[in-house]
């Protein structure tokens, strides 16, 4: 058997040399190493012959006589050429100089041979190449020649030379280390060595040639250079003779060509490496704290968005932020970066996430952070999740130990990412966000204030008192801190979560939400009474600021309840968390017990205390036990209205109603769903049964009012029916919801679901589809508008972008305004690409209260502020909703951990055992007697343990005008008089019974046709009466005949819809005439006003959110309170037990059903 060797390359003695001197990286670096210092060396070999050499001492060639030369003589023309030929070299100095060019000779004799291609000319006639023979042909041929040892050699030319040799290492380096961003390095290195090659050379030749003249030293013609080349031309040393002259003159024309080149050549690499960024240096990275931001395209808003968010937190004030973007950096961007505060701190890198090179010069391996954002506006949404993910598995390749934050657009794609420490969904984040805002009103707004850093300073300069009071609690965020280590809740260790959560807020005015078992990770949203808080619990907490940056004050608290004064309260400063005298806004505390067994179902809200409700003694309240004691309990068991409640009677029909089960949904649309408890139909439903309008082998119903549904509606309005639109059906349909409070849903798709998307819904109850747009009536009346109470305009992905900036809502925003028109009644939740756009749902070209707004949210802006939007009006009554505004949870929790989670659990995304949900309740007349938020914590927390966060409050406002004042005065008192008539006409077609979460109502009596009845009646009466009313009383009358000539539009707007539906075969009678509402009605209709009714030109009704009000806030009827109630499913199984034996002989009464109504 032969052994074989193969070769890539031929294996020739060429060829290994070759390798070793040119291909190969490392070695070829260690040559041309070698060769630039072969070359300062014969630099420097050529200074210390200068310094050695003195003309005056006479001058010859080497062995022969020395002659001395007088010096120059300028009246004489004749030039001694003698000193200029020969020089007095010393002989150890020539055998280095011989031995150095001999060993130069033959590395160039070598290359030439190695680098030879066939053209031997093109090698010799190079540069280079001429050089080195002029600088060492020479001492080659005086080893064989002794008497021209003395010969003037140009060794001084070896500079350039080396600055050959330079660029080729550096070359050489950067290809070794794969460094490709050197170009801007290189032409600075080639820059300053060009300079120093021609003050080199010109000191160098001038020098020698003046030896002829004034004999000028190697300083001064350095001088002479220096002045020279900088045009300041002083004059004091100039060269002699002629040759010295031409060559000056040579070496200006040289310098005036080759540096305007180089300069050039550095000017273009400066303005590329300004387009590109440049590098990130190592040593800052190691030295300085740095997060990295990828994103495919960086706007303005989003850069904003990202900076405030960031840098609102006093520790990262230090950091640094290094943008990485593949796209060239935008004129406005570029622009802020100008800016001194972010300049210092924010450097900008043109380069990919997937290319190892550019995560190098963002130094990625030592950021503290990487957050990889998802471009929203891209049509196709699916592509930009795609890049989403190999930008994250880029990252997490290259910097295995840089923590990741990722967000992405459809929850099909998270489970891609999973490996990331945070993510955040945003199709998943925004349809439970709609779900929720349609039976806890303005959600979308409390979750937006929550996780925006604020300090609560907004609107304080504002005359207005909403504005003042809505962003003070605006400041409340979420916090946490160890329980061992709180001076808030280190007192109620041992204590009882409710308890501690009552104290905590009677004494300090934070809001405790939840806890955090030190061996289990999961976080536990009001876990309830048997929960026993310990000292390793980490506590989270709603408040303005955070218990480590809050200063505790009681000396001059106590000094003012001993002056009798009630204190500012909580929120008067921002550091100030006074202990104020909270006890006599809390009412009289009961020392006895209340009745403690289960009180029945349908019991009223908020029950007043019979014991303790006579005479002038304000009614008492239980207080919240430090332990907790299953009897007191009202929920005794949230779970029980499944057998009672199944087959109850309908009380309008007789008809048995569906029994439902509460289960796991079996299909999901996509991996990565958290499992939750829902309501669902026993069998599932037939695709068929799923289209509304369209009748199947199953039914006949081909409209909304054919199937009898008990609630109203909930439209929701997609352009297709993507995964994420699972989300928005699971709140609605989770087991907590009461049966009976259950809306319809009814997806109105421009485009047919797939079949995979109807086999996950099909298990839900009262959840169909049907084909259509919101821009066709058509479509809007088949799917049962005129009986829906809330509809959910979702943004569509084809209109994200567009070529005109913030154009992309303009569909979205006049279609929502024309189904304002025609259906004023409707309650509409729009979501919009651009947050910047919310001002034009409520426009107004006249409306003076609108420009004040306008200006209030500019004057915010100016002051810094994050949430310069907030004061809208559609936004603070959560009528308009933006997934951009949800950005800063993923930026919040690069320092808040637990954010995501905590929002997660609020919205119903996530549930974990033992944590409780978010719900709502309604302040009816029979609530009021409690008075204040305060005591509202006490009586829940006492009765139902549910802990209160908020309140969503509505408020009728009225400009500083008299007219209109006087107006509603007497419209108020025509209505009281007529109470007594037409009371036998309430009743309407479509008779439903109001439920609680409606926001859209100021009052109940808007849900009836007696005030509109009413009020025409007025108005007939008042027409008929007017020569009997004063001059200001006419001219009211003469307005409020050109308001009904205004009517006419509206007329024609309801015999519109009429007209529609009869060409639809649909009964008419349940659309509400929009030709008869009036002003009152358009008041009591509760922050519907995109486009408020010309008759309500001085009226206006404004909802806000108040997030954790102090505890002596006022409570107002119509008042929408957030609760998080415990999860019912917590303790079933370890007390079934004791509910058995604490229930059974009580049966009748212990049947409280699961409804968003809090009994207590």
Known sequence: MVQVEFYVNENTFKERLKLFFIKNQRSSLRIRLFNFSLKLLTCLLYIVRVLLDNPAKGIGCWGCEKQSYSTFNQSSTEINWAPILWVDRKMPLW???VSVALISFLETMLLIYLSYKGNIWEQIFRISFILEMINTVPFIITIFWSPLRNLFIPVFLNCWLAKYALENMINDLHRAIQRTQSAMFN?????????????FTGTCGI????RAGDNLSLFKSFYFCIVTFSTVGYGDVTPKIWPSQLLVVIMICVALVVLPLQFEELVYLWMERQKSGGNYSRHRAQTEKHVVLCVSSLKIDLLMDFLNEFYAHPRLQDYYVVILCPTEMDIQVRRVLQIPLWSQRVIYLQGSALKDQDLMRAKMDNGEACFILSSRNEADRTAADHQTILRAWAVKDFAPNCPLYVQILKPENKFHVKFADHVVCEEECKYAMLALNCVCPATSTLITLLVHTSRGQEGQESPEQWQRMYGRCSGNEVYHIRMGDSKFFMEYEGKSFTYAAFHAHKKYGVCLIGIRREENKSILLNPGPRHIMTASDTCFYINITKEENSAFIFKQEEKQKKKGF?????????????VHSIIASMGTVAMDLQNTECRPAN???????????SGNRRPSIAPVLELADSSSLLPCDLLSDQSEDEMTQSDDEGLTIVEYVKGYPPNSPYIGSSPTLCHLLPVKAPFCCLRLDKGCKHNSYEDAKAYGFKNKLIIVSAETAGNGLYNFIVPLRA??????????????????PENHFLEAICCFPMVYYMEGTIDNLDSLLQCGIIYADNLVVVDKESTMSAEEDYMADAKTIVNVQTMFRLFPSLSIITELTHPSNMRFMQFRAKDSYSLALSKLEKKERENGSNLAFMFRLPFAAGRVFSISMLDTLLYQSFVKDYMITI?????????????GYLCAMKITEDDLWIRTYGRLFQKLCSSSAEIPIGIYRTESHMFSTSEPHDIRTQSQISINIEDCEDTKDVKEHWHIKTSHHRNS?????SEHPLLRRKSMQWARRLSRKGNKHTSKTAEWISQQRLSLYRRSERQELSELVKNRMKHLGLPTTGYEDVANLTASDVMNRVNLGYLQDEMNDHQNTLSYVLINPPPDTRLELNDIVYLIRSDPLAHVANDAHSRKSSCSHKLDPCNPETRDETQL
């Open 735 to 752: 087991y907590y919801r009461s049966r009976k409070e259950l809306n319809p849903i009814v997806l109105l798709l421009d485009n047919k």
């Open 903 to 915: 929002t997660r659990l609020l919205l119903g995304l996530d549930t974990t055992p033992g944590s």
């Open 1001 to 1005: 109502c100021s009052s109940d009596q």
């Open 207 to 210: 020098q020698h040639l003046e």
């Open 566 to 578: 009630a204190g500012r309260g909580l929120y008067d400063g921002p550091s100030r968390l006074p």
């Open 603 to 613: 019991s009223s809200k908020l029950t007043l205390p019979a014991e303790n409700g």
């Open 95 to 97: 055998a280095i100089q």
């Open 187 to 199: 032409q600075v290195l080639i820059l300053i060595c060009t300079l120093l090659c021609l003050v």
